[in-house]
């Protein structure tokens, strides 16, 4: 805006700016066309570049326009870092700095409210507006209540009623406001008797209140510990904690009790003042002030025994205060009152018996070496023999009178002159002493002198423990008997130790040695033995370790006592065969009631448990089992030809009960013998013939000899062979050896028979053979069948032991024979076969043994080492063929 009325040159653009800026802030803005206001709400702590609000489209500006319209925030304020302005949208993000409530309006309360306050100038001049923008922040639940301290101490007297109510002040302190401030109080162990409650000021602040909800007793539990726990109203909610120690002050609700309500003192007419006599004790359960006890004389006393008798306030002590009238014996019936505030006192009755002397007794001034308190001595038992106890000095006695002193009790004590002084004696221990034995001692010392009159001093000594004697076991060997398969955590026997030592040093707790294995456990309180787990005779049958008794002393004393665990069986193991399944390989025609195998059977129980017992399940009219060995046999020879395979189900049971039983299946595998010679089904007789054309071309296939054999193996790998000749024209025809197909080898000149001997033999050893007659008539017709017949060979000398002819070629060479090169590879065959099934034999052998025990390791090797006898056996026989 320009104004030509004060002539006003403005000669750059930032002055024009300068003071636009400053008619806009001290001219009062009248229109609302270039003033408006917008608020938004936002959640604290949003991450940079959320969007707040678009101020173009929240005051429907049109973005299209020319010159288009900025948006700027001229004054940048603490508030303004907290957001980011895009100048050309008019659109408000979050900025880098996360905005935290509590940190921006610490000082502002929960009604006040927290928001940042923006001005936006939206240019340029034409169409100038200024947005006053309000940015409400809303609170989240980012804070934890918290307790101004870790431990709150709250005092309640022993006598507070039931229901009343003590404030905790420590309250806990959340910088979040409305439902997410703290909204309730809790304990975590109100121990039965305390409860929380909470009331809410006028300002809105909540205290919590500790009620009483049962009678106090700071003499039964003087302070209770717990944890107070704040909860704000955020979901999901936030807590925090302190720990609450509830003190239980004392008030005075226990009176002083004497005791001994009775005490009885002898006192002698020689006695010196200041004289103890008794020492009277009363005692209060209350604390502090309220404990305080006073001793005082009853208003029964006479003021003459108050004055010949000294009691103090606050010990109780009783001394002689005047001379006693040595003339006479007399009785002293004291009352003593036991006082504390607020109570009714409590009375102790000393009765003090005077006894007269006839004139001046010896005196005794005794000297403690040892420690001594209100007249006892205490000694440890420690201490060695002739340690020094106390001196005693004998005086008002008359130079020439003669003293006697001695003891008159019992006990490891001396009174000896000392070192030859007149006068002085010392009272000592003889022997070692032992609390064990007896702990107190009363040691009166007489001293008499020549006139018969005599003073007796007691002294009383107190033998202090020491750790001297270590726990002792009922029994070193501990002996204990279990089933197995016991349920976890069994008791298994209570340890008893007893110490003779007093206090701790006679507190006995139990450990395990370091050699006893960790399922078992023991309670070092109770001694008593359990085990965690449930045990198992096979796995270990017997256990051994060592058990600790200590004491508590120092330094500890401890006894060991062996404890051995038996494992008693259980019938919980079937028996086990040491393979799944067994197979046997027999020649067959074995002899009847020859061993075929043995069967190896184990079962890890024990006793009657263990024993098994072998049964054949099927096939027993052709097997038997021993049951001893589990030897298997056939009761006759064994036919292949007839059957090769035999199943055999063997059952084995044991002898426990109920009984168990397990049943393996075993495979018997007869092998070939070379017992049958080749069957020759054709021709099917030497008497038959076959018409042969004279015009047949040489290769045509004439007929064939077909023979079979029983066997198996080699032992029915059949070679045929022509060995003999009658035709009239040799080497006519030639024979297969492999299939026994007979060929025209050159052709037919001349017409007539030709007979042919034909040898069928197997690859057996022995080597077993048949013979056959091939009759081919050579021939256009068959015209006179008769005549033919008459032809045929009658009787034929064949030599078997003949060589089998050699096959010549077309052109006169010999054709080998080829039996021998098929004998090898069929027999190289049936090696490799057997070979590779011995090694799975052997390999499932070992498997199954590996897991056994060893004594089950050495029944597993003889059985395959049987298999393996008869395997190579059985080679042999196929190698030697």
């Not at 409590?346 to 403690?368: C, E, F």
Request: aromatic share 8%.
């Amino acid at each position: 805006m320009r104004n030509t009325k004060r002539g006003i040159c403005l000669h750059s653009t930032g002055e024009l700016w300068g003071l636009f800026i400053l008619l806009l802030y001290s001219i009062p803005l009248s229109c609302s066309s270039n003033f408006s206001h917008l608020i938004y709400k936002i959640k604290e702590g949003l991450p940079k570049g959320t969007l707040i609000g678009a101020i173009s489209v929240d005051l429907n500006l049109d973005l299209s326009v020319n010159p288009s319209r900025s948006f700027s925030l001229e004054q940048m304020t603490t508030s303004e870092h907290y957001v980011n302005l895009n100048n050309t949208t008019g659109e408000l993000f979050t900025s880098a700095i996360e905005i935290d409530r509590e940190s921006l309006c610490a000082e502002s309360h929960e009604g006040q409210g927290c928001a940042i306050f923006l001005d936006v100038l939206i240019l340029p001049q034409q169409y100038f507006q200024l947005v006053k923008i309000k940015i409400i922040i809303e609170d989240i639940n980012d804070n934890s209540p918290h307790f101004p301290v870790d431990e709150i101490r709250l005092s309640v007297p022993e006598n507070a009623p039931v229901n009343a109510r003590f404030a905790v002040e420590q309250s806990a302190v959340d910088p979040d406001i409305g439902i997410h401030s703290v909204q309730t109080y809790w304990l975590n162990n109100d121990y039965g008797v305390f409860t929380l409650d909470v009331e809410e000021n006028e300002g809105g602040e909540l205290t919590p209140f500790l009620i009483i909800t049962e009678s106090l007793d700071r003499e039964a539990r003087a302070e209770y510990v717990t944890e107070i726990i704040a909860e704000d109203g955020g979901s999901p909610p936030r807590f925090g904690n302190a720990t609450l120690r509830i003190i239980i002050s004392d008030v005075n609700d226990n009176c002083p009790k004497f005791r001994e309500s009775q005490v009885k003192v002898t006192l002698y007419g020689n006695a010196t003042k200041g004289m103890q006599l008794a020492r009277l004790q009363a005692y209060d359960p209350d604390e502090g002030a309220n404990a305080l006890i006073t001793y005082t004389f009853s208003e029964r006393v006479s003021q003459e025994s108050k004055s010949l008798f000294h009691l103090d306030t606050t010990t109780g002590v009783l001394k002689l205060a005047g001379k006693i009238n040595n003339n006479s014996a007399k009785l002293y019936k004291l009352n003593i009152l036991a006082n504390g505030a607020g109570c009714i006192p409590d009375v102790a009755m000393v009765s003090v018996h005077v006894i007269k002397q006839l004139s001046g007794p010896p005196t005794v001034i005794p000297r403690y070496i040892a420690f001594e308190k209100d007249g006892v001595v205490s000694l440890s038992e420690s201490e060695p023999p002739f340690s020094p106890i106390a001196f005693f000095t004998i005086k008002n006695t008359e130079p020439q009178q003669k003293m006697e002193c001695f003891l008159e009790s019992a006990g490891p004590f001396r009174i000896v002159p000392y070192q030859g002084l007149k006068n002085e004696y010392l009272l000592e221990t003889t022997d070692l002493l032992d609390y064990e034995l007896q702990q107190d001692y009363e040691i009166v010392i007489v001293v008499r002198n020549s006139h018969g009159l005599a003073v007796n001093t007691v002294v009383k000594v107190h033998v202090l423990d020491v750790n001297d004697n270590a726990p002792v076991f009922k029994q070193s060997f501990i002996e204990i008997a279990v089933e197995e398969n016991n349920p976890p955590n069994t008791f298994l026997a209570q340890l008893q130790a007893s110490d003779a030592d007093s206090e701790s040093r006679g507190q006995v707790y139990y450990q395990l040695g370091a050699d006893a294995p960790t399922i078992f456990n023991i309670d070092s309180s109770t001694g008593v033995l359990t085990v965690s787990t449930s045990l198992d005779r096979e796995e270990k049958e017997t256990y051994r370790f060592m058990v600790r008794a200590l004491d508590r002393g120092t330094p500890k004393k401890e006894s060991i006592a062996t404890v051995i665990i038996t494992i008693q069986d259980r019938n919980d193991n079937s028996p086990r065969f040491i393979n799944k399944d067994f197979t046997f390989f027999v020649p067959e025609n074995f002899p009847g009631f020859g061993e075929i195998g043995v069967l190896t059977v184990t079962d890890a129980d024990a006793g009657e448990n263990g024993w098994v017992a072998l049964s054949i399940l099927n096939g027993s009219d052709i097997f038997v089992i021993d049951t001893g060995r589990g030897a298997l046999r056939a009761k006759t020879p064994l036919d292949r030809e007839q059957q090769g395979t035999y199943y055999v189900w063997i059952e084995a049971i044991d002898g426990g009960e109920p009984a168990l039983s397990c049943v393996t299946m075993v495979t018997v595998l007869l092998l070939d013998v070379n017992d049958n010679p080749p069957t020759v089904l054709f021709p099917q007789s030497n008497q038959s013939f076959m018409l042969v054309l004279p015009s047949t071309v040489p290769g045509t296939s004439i007929t064939e000899v077909y023979a079979v054999d029983r066997d198996t193996g080699m032992n029915a790998v059949i070679a045929y062979s022509i060995i003999k000749r009658t035709d009239g024209e040799p080497g006519s025809f030639d024979i297969d050896p492999y299939t026994g197909n007979i060929t025209l080898r050159k052709a037919l000149n001349s017409r007539g028979l030709y007979s042919l001997w034909v040898k069928v033999r197997d690859h057996g050893q022995p080597e077993l053979c048949s013979t056959v007659l091939v009759n081919l008539f050579v021939n256009e017709t068959v015209s006179n069948e008769t005549l033919i017949q008459s032809l045929l060979p009658r009787v034929v000398d064949l030599d078997h032991g003949e060589a089998p002819p050699v096959k010549e070629g077309r052109e006169g060479e010999r054709v080998p024979n080829m039996c021998g090169e098929y004998k090898v590879i069929l027999l190289a065959l049936t090696a490799t076969c057997m070979g590779l099934f011995l090694t799975v034999v052997s390999l499932v052998t070992y498997i199954c043994c590996k897991k056994r025990k060893t004594k089950k390791k050495r029944q597993g090797t003889e059985t395959l080492k049987l298999n393996h006898e008869m395997v190579e056996k059985n080679l042999l026989e196929i190698s030697n063929i």
